[in-house]
């Protein structure tokens, strides 16, 4: 899943992804709500924490995918992981693009970029996200 939140002072909005294990018996929709739910709550220690200043509103669901990789180690095997990653790297640069990018005035809450200009599966996480839900924004990676 991605998602935005707003912070309400800045008028800026910051770009984010989670994931969750979901039953494909259950409404999708509903359990990827309910991920970004619990992404509002608590980050995964092994990333960068989320925002939690009480100036940001709700996160707010974007778009969501399900993958096959059940074992998160086989993720780059799987097009919904491009998919996700794509999106929220177009989602921060339709927003304005990272501050590690733009440099003041900021644009977005966005410190970093969510897939480094120089990641060479770059190309194939925008295209795919593309494919999948339009381009929001043309690719700015190298």
């Given at each position: 899943?991605?998602?935005?939140?707003?912070?309400?002072?800045?008028?800026?909005?910051?770009?984010?992804?989670?994931?969750?294990?979901?039953?494909?018996?259950?409404?999708?929709?509903?359990?990827?709500?309910?991920?970004?739910?619990?992404?509002?709550?608590?980050?995964?220690?092994?990333?960068?924490?989320?925002?939690?200043?009480?100036?940001?509103?709700?996160?707010?669901l974007d778009v969501f995918d399900h993958g096959a990789a059940v074992d998160y180690n086989l993720r780059y095997d799987d097009p919904a992981y491009w998919r996700i990653r794509g999106r929220e790297q177009q989602l921060i640069d339709f927003s304005g693009g990272a501050q590690s990018d733009t440099g003041k005035p900021h644009r977005t809450e966005n410190?970093?970029?969510?897939?480094?200009?120089?990641?060479?599966?770059?190309?194939r996480f925008h295209d795919a996200a593309t494919i999948r839900w339009g381009e929001l924004q043309r690719y700015t990676g190298y």
């Open positions: 899943m991605t998602y935005r939140k707003l912070n309400k002072k800045t008028n800026l909005y910051y770009a984010g992804r989670t994931i969750m294990v979901v039953d494909l018996g259950l409404p999708l929709r509903l359990q990827a709500e309910l991920a970004i739910r619990f992404r509002d709550r608590n980050h995964h220690v092994d990333e960068n924490e989320d925002p939690k200043d009480a100036s940001f509103a709700q996160a707010q410190v970093v970029r969510a897939v480094a200009k120089d990641n060479p599966r770059g190309s």
